[in-house]
Structures are given as C-alpha cells and as structure tokens.
C-alpha cells in the first residue's frame, strides 16, 4: 500500500466508525470487544491480529510485523504517519477527527 493509500483506508474507517475504540476500562485500543479498531488496528487484518498487540506501541517489533504482513509499510514517514493518526483517535473527540484529518494530510502530503 501507499502511504496515501493507508491515509485514505483510515480516514474513511474512522469518520464511518464514528468513534474510538476502547476496552472496557476506556483506554484506547487496537480492537475492542465491540469490534471496533483504532487508526492503526483498522490496517491490520482479523488473521494478523492479536490480543498480546495491545498495550503495545505502534514501534513495537510484533505491531510492525503485523503492519509489515498486511502489506504496510514501516519506513520513517508512514510509521510517523501512523503516529500522527493514532494520537488523533487516542486524544482527540471525534467531532475533531475530520479537521485533524485535514491538518494530517496537509503535513504528509504537501
């Protein structure tokens, strides 16, 4: 995939979600009981996935690996990417998301 391709995916997973995916105590992550996936969770695929990814960090070997297998790149400008998207979904509410999104992509592809 390309970068503009993952940007692409992930924009549209999130406004169509519509919110965050959390665990039970509220904490962000990759994919919840719910079925809900965050920024990065949302790229990699249900075979890929697995519950020892979370709580770890988007720079963790095994969270890279995943991405690596399901076709994402992991070089400097998409893993900062990646960074940038899931700090939105982690910190910012949702009615914020559409214009982090714009500033995203004015930063990545400008």
Known sequence: MTRREV?????KHLLKQGQPALNR???CVYRSD?????A???LIPK?????????QS???PAVLEALKK??????????????SLQTLHDGV???GWAEGLDRIELEFFS
């Open 7 to 11: 940007f692409e995916k992930v924009k």
């Open 25 to 27: 105590d509220g904490e």
């Open 70 to 83: 399901a076709g994402v790149p992991t070089n400097a400008t998409m893993v900062s990417m990646l960074v």
């Open 93 to 95: 509410e949702f009615e």
């Open 58 to 60: 988007i720079i963790c």
């Open 47 to 55: 075979r890929l996935y697995k519950a020892s990814l979370e709580n």
């Open 40 to 42: 990065v969770g949302c």
């Open 34 to 38: 719910e079925g809900l996936m965050c």
